[in-house]
């Protein structure tokens, strides 16, 4: 958790600085609002390489999720190769939650997704989001302990939904929600 959270240009520099030294490549994140057909087939690529084919999106679903509220793609380029993306939007249910619509990388281990995660917190912040919420797994068909991962950034288990899995949410402090708690 951030003890300060920073401007969410800010944060993308410092995250760009420590991944390349961590990688030992040169690290670049781009913040998207839309999507081109160039950024989709990056997106579809990365999707399709991470994730089992009944939790694939296709063009059309990934161009509706742009047209949400506050959508923002957060692309993660490494040698100028697109590696990893973040993506999610206003929850259009409640006005005070974002929600973390989707997270892959292709080099796991090294904090792209914990870095990438951050910057979403910083990007909720800025807005003034009250929660962000995501739906996930205890663990996935890979061992991969996703509920853990996300519980050690700061998200809270609330249920699990028998067809969304397990939901989980992160409090985001931001100036709004100060001024009315």
Known sequence: MFKEIPSLNRAIKESENRLSVKLGENVSIVVRHFLTESIISRLVEIDHEKFRSELWYNSKELIDKTRKKDYVC??????????????GYGDENNPNWFFLDEIATKVEGKGIGKTLIRLVQAYCYELGYH????????????GRMLRQFYQSLGFIYMYTDPEKGV???????????????
């Open 131 to 142: 929660q962000i919420v995501l739906y996930t797994e205890d663990q996935d068909e890979k």
């Open 74 to 87: 957060l692309l993660l380029y490494v040698s100028s190769k697109p590696t990893a993306f973040l993506y």
């Open 167 to 181: 939901v989980m949410n992160y409090s985001v402090i931001s100036p709004a929600s100060a001024q009315i708690h």
